[in-house]
């Protein structure tokens, strides 16, 4: 029944709060004059630090690059999106990884049953090959897209439809695995079968309207495809 995943990255692949809130204490450090310069950008992106925790409409969830860099640029006098999404790429290349689950042994698996395996980020593209390549992953891989490669950003399907395209599969019988909206209606306008985890930020209750089924991570995906298979 189904022939191909596609995987968000951040929030899915790879826990979102433990990794993200470790390039945002980076990053603003690096760009503000003063702890108050440094809250006040925080409070921009939705980034809360006594929590480490990123408030639900933070544009670090699911836009891009340049959207952060948009809700930066007025706080940074003499910076500019196109300055500000270079360094926020530069930054983000090198951010400390956390996988939501041991990644390799579970993708190594999923090929095994024949699968063909994609990713879909908002991230720019060179940062999500550089996390991917960290982390051993790359070769995994049969398709990887940033919001930059020429397929558009989520919740537009653009990216999602070039994974099915290239891989010469049926959109109906992929599935987007994602832990935003963002992603879920990515996929389902892509014609495909959509899945919701919880490594992200957004709640069970946020997404479940717009997904098939939700799972606690990706690590519950051989199961939720043994039970597919079994009818």
């Known amino acids: 029944m189904i022939d191909g995943i596609v995987f968000d990255k951040d929030g899915t692949l790879f826990d979102f709060r433990s990794t993200w809130g470790r390039w945002a204490e980076g990053f603003l450090a690096s760009v503000a004059c003063d702890a108050d310069h440094a809250a006040a950008l925080a409070e921009a992106i939705g980034y809360l630090p006594l929590q480490r925790d990123f408030r639900p409409d933070s544009p670090v969830i699911a836009a891009t690059a340049a959207d952060i860099a948009a809700a930066l640029t007025p706080l940074l006098p003499g910076r500019d999106v196109e300055d500000l999404t270079e360094a ?60 930059d490669s020429g397929y558009g950003a989520k919740p537009g399907p653009g990216m ?66 043994d039970a597919c298979a079994a009818g």
């Not at 930054?91 to 993708?107: D, F, H, N």
């Not at 935003?180 to 985890?197: E, Y």
Request: charged letters at 20%.
């Open 88 to 147: 926020i790429d530069a930054a983000a290349s090198g951010v400390q990884l956390t996988e939501a689950v041991p990644l390799i042994p579970l993708l190594t698996a999923l090929r095994a049953r024949g699968l063909r395996l994609g990713v879909a980020t908002n991230d720019s593209e060179v940062p999500a090959r550089a996390h991917l390549a960290a982390t051993g992953l790359t070769g995994l891989f049969d398709f990887i897209a940033g919001y």
């Open 160 to 225: 999602c439809r070039a994974f099915a395209e290239s891989q010469g599969l049926d959109p109906a019988r992929v599935v987007m695995v994602g832990d935003s909206r963002h992603d879920l209606q990515a996929g389902r306008g892509a014609g495909m079968r959509t899945i919701a985890v919880l490594t992200g930020i957004a709640k069970a209750e946020d997404l479940a309207p717009h997904a098939d089924v939700v799972l606690p991570d990706i690590g519950a995906l051989p199961a939720w495809l």
